[in-house]
T-cell receptor, first 111, second 115 residues
């Protein structure tokens, strides 16, 4: 079992749809959770960063962490074609610990 | 304010050769991490440098080595290149936020092709 799992997709949705992206993980000691967006042939771009459980909202993006279920989610409201990218979840144990990434979910938002 | 920069953007080498990749962190960042991202995969942690010392290392062989300079910039060196080393090499820099937490910002990467 991989440490962090994501549905690789591709996930295709129409413009304006609500998108739900998910990751599961096996190590209950993870405390820091991140979502990155990566466009083709570019480096990952940090979208959301949360510590421990709970929700965090930033514009059209909402990140949820459920540590009891070892499950994190990223919701994108009013999705746009410019949101088409690969979305990577990442997590770490403590400050200074390396980040463990999921394999990424490829999202296509169709106009 | 410049973000994380990496050079070169692309590189082609042959098996057995050695390569050096370079990274300049975002202003104010003192920690640099290197990741390898194979096509269609998430980034895999190679190592992290802080105060010119290797602080952590992932599951990569000794052929992968690094260095951090006093200005916090960093180099990744790979010796005896294998075909399987072909990947996007990402540098990430980080700092402690006001809440005492750390976050990482990535550069655009160096795409290495080993023939």
């Amino acid at each position: 079992q991989k440490e962090v799992e994501q549905d690789p997709g591709p996930l295709s949705v129409p413009e304006g749809a609500i998108v739900s992206l998910n990751c599961t993980y096996s190590n209950s000691a993870f405390q820091y959770f991140m979502w990155y967006r990566q466009y083709s042939r570019k480096g990952p771009e940090l979208l959301m960063y949360t510590y421990s459980s709970g929700n965090k909202e930033d514009g059209r993006f909402t990140a949820q962490v459920d540590k009891s279920s070892k499950y994190i989610s990223l919701f994108i409201r009013d999705s746009q074609p410019s949101d088409s990218a690969t979305y990577l979840c990442a997590m770490s144990l403590n400050y200074g610990q390396n980040f463990v990434f999921g394999p990424g979910t490829r999202l296509s938002v169709l106009p | 304010d410049a973000g994380v920069t990496q050079s070169p953007t692309h590189l082609i080498k042959t098996r057995g050769q050695q390569v050096t990749l370079r990274c300049s962190p975002k202003s104010g960042h003192d920690t640099v991490s290197w990741y390898q991202q194979a096509l269609g995969q998430g980034p895999q942690f190679i190592f992290q440098y802080y105060e010119e010392e290797e602080r952590q290392r992932g599951n990569f062989p000794d052929r992968f080595s690094g260095h951090q300079f006093p200005n916090y910039s960093s180099e990744l060196n790979v010796n005896a290149l294998l075909l399987g080393d072909s990947a996007l090499y990402l540098c990430a820099s980080s700092y402690i936020t006001g809440e005492g937490q750390e976050t990482q910002y990535f550069g655009p990467g160096t795409r290495l092709l080993v023939l």
